[in-house]
């Protein structure tokens, strides 16, 4: 007849790690997008600007390519960043 023998505690309850929470852009910043080219190269552009009454503290989270650094805009400015290629384009504004 078989034996059963139970796991011990620490094999058996994997560790909860909670997800980093990721919080969005106010809806205040607007973003605009295009291509173009420069020097017979395609790029893509985008650029935020801050219609808020508050200054904000956000980055750009690109797909196909690197994500942008932490930047701040007061109300009434704007930034933009600009990258190799004719695929990459912003999916998000997110506050940091």
């Known amino acids: 007849m078989p034996t059963t023998t ?6 058996v309850a994997a560790p909860t790690v909670s997800p980093a929470v990721v919080s969005a852009a106010p809806t205040c910043v607007h973003l605009r997008q295009e ?4 020097d017979g190269q395609w790029r893509s552009l985008a650029n935020a600007k801050n219609n808020c009454s508050h200054a904000v503290r956000i980055r750009m989270i690109w ?3 690197t994500d942008g650094r932490c930047f701040s805009l007061n109300p009434g400015q704007d930034h933009g960043e600009s990258k190799p290629g004719r695929g990459p384009y912003v999916s998000e504004l997110r506050d940091c």
């Not at 139970?6 to 094999?11: H, L, T």
């Open 35 to 38: 291509d173009y080219i420069r």
């Open 63 to 65: 797909t196909g390519t």
């Open 6 to 11: 139970a796991a011990p505690a620490s094999a």
